[in-house]
């Protein structure tokens, strides 16, 4: 079993493999399935159903060793599979940084976007391979898969930043992310 790397952390390398979604050397790997999604689809009775169905994979992050401590600068792949739940876009839990800090996400194979709400406002950037998406301190964000093959993106965040996922169980996203045929669709989140 992988896990964060002790302190002090030496200088290194890490290999970067955008094709396996991949850090090397790597530390913990989470895998989330449809049923650790549950508040975050607006059709609950169609996920209520795939759940017990097939409850596929939805996405996974590979860390690397940087653990998440203060002054570090963690780094983490998030591959996100296509697919999508009564037409909603598969996605990520989503969560705000209770120590409000900036991150960016890197895109390396795939389409996808991340949708930001700082509580208030709500914006959708759209991420391809080579592009950076930028998340300034106190806009909550969650990634979806907008395209048909697996899209996968690096992020970089402070270590001391944290992940809260209640907030966006309580305040939602601002925006929700469908699929009309292969095509985007945004539509605004009523909570
Ligand atoms: C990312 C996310 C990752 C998975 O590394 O943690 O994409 O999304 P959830 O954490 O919302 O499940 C990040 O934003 N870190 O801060
Ligand atoms: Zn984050």
Not at 7 to 10: G, L
Not at 22 to 27: D, F, K, R
């Given at each position: 079993m992988t896990s964060f790397a002790v302190?002090?952390?030496?200088p290194h390398q890490i290999f970067l493999d955008a094709n396996a979604g991949?850090?090397?050397?790597?530390?913990p790997t989470l895998i989330r399935r449809l049923s650790d999604l549950a508040g975050c689809f607006e059709n609950n009775e169609i996920f209520e159903s795939e759940v017990s169905s097939t409850n596929p994979i939805v996405y996974q992050v590979i860390s690397s060793t940087v653990p998440e401590l203060p002054r570090e600068l963690p780094q983490s792949i998030t591959t996100i599979f296509p697919g999508n739940c009564g037409g909603e876009l598969y996605m990520t839990k989503g969560h705000q940084h209770p120590d409000p800090q900036g991150e960016i996400y890197f895109g390396l194979e795939g389409i996808g976007g991340i949708i930001m709400f700082d509580g208030k406002e709500k914006k959708y950037v759209e991420i391809t391979p080579g592009k950076i998406g930028y998340i300034p301190p106190g806009w909550a964000h969650r990634s979806v898969n907008s395209g048909g093959e697996a899209y996968k993106f690096l992020a970089v965040y402070p270590g001391s930043a944290g992940h809260d996922y209640g907030w966006v169980l309580e305040n939602g996203m601002g925006l929700r992310a469908f699929s009309d045929g292969g095509k985007l669709v945004l539509k605004d989140f009523i909570i």
């Open positions: 302190p002090p952390i030496n991949s850090l090397t050397p790597s530390g």
